[in-house]
């Protein structure tokens, strides 16, 4: 049974730094591009940070410098550090699995990352 399980949200202070963690389980995770999106309140979901087909991220621009994504395939997990937050930041973030092979693709049910003082 396929699973992919965001964690590590939570309420920070502006500037503050959070880290989140995507694990997923039930694929070979090494055969996906995982990336991670965000839905705020009213909002429709965007990219945050995903990788490209010749190996790099992509980062949108509201993240880029501050936000960073690392993987580490034997612990099947994605990891999104995110420092300098700000209330503009405040989403459910979500992760997203896409097979490089196939059209399948797997969904988190998200993790609430508030910004506020």
């Known amino acids: 049974q396929v699973h992919v399980v965001e964690s590590g949200g939570g309420l920070v202070q502006p500037g503050g730094s959070l880290r989140l963690s995507c694990v997923g389980s039930?694929?070979?995770?090494?055969?996906?591009?995982v990336g991670w999106y965000r839905q705020a309140p009213g909002q429709q979901r965007e990219v945050v940070a995903r990788?490209?087909?010749?190996?790099?991220?992509n980062y949108a621009d509201s993240v880029r410098g501050r936000f960073t994504i690392s993987r580490d395939n034997a612990k099947n997990t994605l990891y999104l550090q995110m420092n300098n937050l700000q209330p503009d930041d405040t989403a459910v973030y979500y992760c997203?699995?896409?097979?490089?092979?196939?059209?399948?693709?797997?969904w988190g049910q998200g993790t609430q990352v508030t910004v506020s003082s």
């Open positions: 990788p490209t087909r010749s190996s790099t991220t």
């Open positions: 997203n699995a896409k097979s490089i092979l196939t059209a399948e693709g797997y």
């Open positions: 039930g694929f070979r995770f090494r055969d996906y591009h």
